[in-house]
């Protein structure tokens, strides 16, 4: 494993590990040891991998399991915002990876990478307070040669996809992109130049989704996200509702109106 030298040279490091727990839970124990990163916390396997909610992932060698400790990387209520941006990092590491994949990838609020409708790599960003300032983990799975065959929403690999993509250069990949829309982002003052990136890469539209909440489900149009990165979703009364967190599903009997298969974003586009 190692990263872009442009990266290291930023001052960017690397811990490999054959087996870890989680890569997300290494970082913020790094944290309160007194790691200010930017540190790339990587493992060719995972024992104890998790997902929003605390779902398990699924994390046997084969795959990029990898979390991005940073620092004080912009104010607590800015913070979630990273959620978009590595997104975007994660879409064009695959794009450059994979490029006979790179026209059916897309972004699915708020926080998955897919490739035909399918997931392909998820994020999960968890944060704390470490000697008065916020440490984020921004852990990142991709599925290279395997993934969960049940699981809410259909998943699927990079093998099966028709692309053999090894962690490593995945990872190389990644290192790079993940510092160019760090840059783009700036703490949070190039967020509106990010969330337009991602609404160009996301699935989905000015369609019809059904959102998924704890003990309910919302239907409406996906109006796109707000100057936060909330989901708007617009009711058929003609309501509109902002959405903080959920998983989204698109309504299949009205799929025409929903566009699943993305055009390769640009890089800097939205600069």
């Not at 699915?108 to 035909?116: E, G, M, Q, R, S």
Request: glycine content about 12%; overall charge positive; hydrophobic content about 45%.
């Amino acid at each position: 494993m190692r990263l872009d030298p442009t990266v290291v040279a930023a001052g960017f490091r690397l811990a490999a590990h054959d087996v870890l727990g989680s890569t997300n839970t290494e970082a913020l124990e790094r944290a309160r040891g007194g790691d200010k990163g930017p540190l790339w916390i990587v493992a060719r396997e995972q024992t104890a991998g998790r997902g929003r909610r605390g779902r398990e992932w699924v994390s046997a060698p084969g795959n990029l399991y990898a979390t991005l400790l940073l620092f004080d990387p912009a104010p607590p209520e800015t913070a979630p915002q990273l959620a978009f941006v590595a997104g975007l990092a994660v879409y064009d590491a695959i794009a450059e990876r994979a490029r006979d994949l790179a026209a059916g990838l897309a972004l699915k609020w708020p926080n998955d990478v897919l490739y035909a409708n399918r997931k392909l790599a998820g994020i999960l960003i968890e944060s704390e307070m470490s000697g008065g300032k916020l440490a984020v983990a921004v852990g990142i799975g991709v599925n290279c040669v395997r993934h969960p065959a049940q699981t809410s929403f259909p998943a699927t690999n990079l093998d099966e996809a028709g692309q053999k993509v090894a962690p490593e250069s995945l990872l190389y990949a990644l290192s790079r992109s993940m510092m160019r829309c760090l840059d783009q982002w700036n703490r949070g003052a190039g967020f509106r130049a990010i969330r337009a990136d991602w609404l160009g890469c996301a699935q989905g539209v000015g369609g019809e989704i059904t959102v998924r909440l704890a003990g309910r489900d919302l239907a409406g149009r996906f109006e796109g996200l707000d100057e936060a990165g909330r989901l708007v979703l617009r009711h058929a009364d003609g309501r509109l509702q902002t959405i903080t967190a959920g998983e989204i599903f698109p309504v299949a009997e009205r799929k025409q109106v929903v566009s699943f298969l993305q055009m390769p974003r640009q890089k800097g586009q939205g600069d």
